[in-house]
Nanobody, 120 residues
Framework: QVQLVESGGGLVQPGGSLRLSCAAS????????MGWYRQTPGRQRELVATIQSGGSTNYADSVKDRFTISRDNAKNTVYLQMNSLKSEDTAVYYC??????????????WGQGTQVTVSS
């Protein structure tokens, strides 16, 4: 079993900042790529940012220069620093990780989601 637990969501005013965290636990041998996705009602889940095990990153155009993804491999944790937040960033944010389990199998894992609301 592999669990991803997100934290750090909440209500913030436009222009403000939030930092999301996602900790992975369970039968983990190694974590591959990790990432953040978001979803609003009636829309498909969309990629926000990803980070490879070696540290290379990829961002959606809408969040470039405002959001920063990072990871701590020793803690099996990925972070998303969100600055200059806009109302259109309001969504449920989901953590994702590619997990190589202790049984040498691959599992694409998702967290339960954390709500981010940007509003005055």
């Amino acid at each position: 079993q592999v669990q991803l637990v997100e934290s750090g969501g909440g209500l913030v005013q436009p222009g403000g900042s939030l930092r999301l965290s996602c900790a992975a636990s369970g039968s983990i041998f190694r974590l591959d790529a990790m990432g953040w996705y978001r979803q609003t009602p009636g829309r498909q889940r969309e990629l926000v940012a990803t980070i490879q095990s070696g540290g290379s990153t990829n961002y959606a155009d809408s969040v470039k220069d405002r959001f920063t993804i990072s990871r701590d491999n020793a803690k099996n944790t990925v972070y998303l620093q969100m600055n200059s937040l806009k109302s259109e960033d309001t969504a449920v944010y989901y953590c994702n990780a590619g997990v190589i389990t202790i049984w040498n199998t691959f599992k694409n894992s998702w967290g339960q989601g954390t709500q981010v609301t940007v509003s005055s």
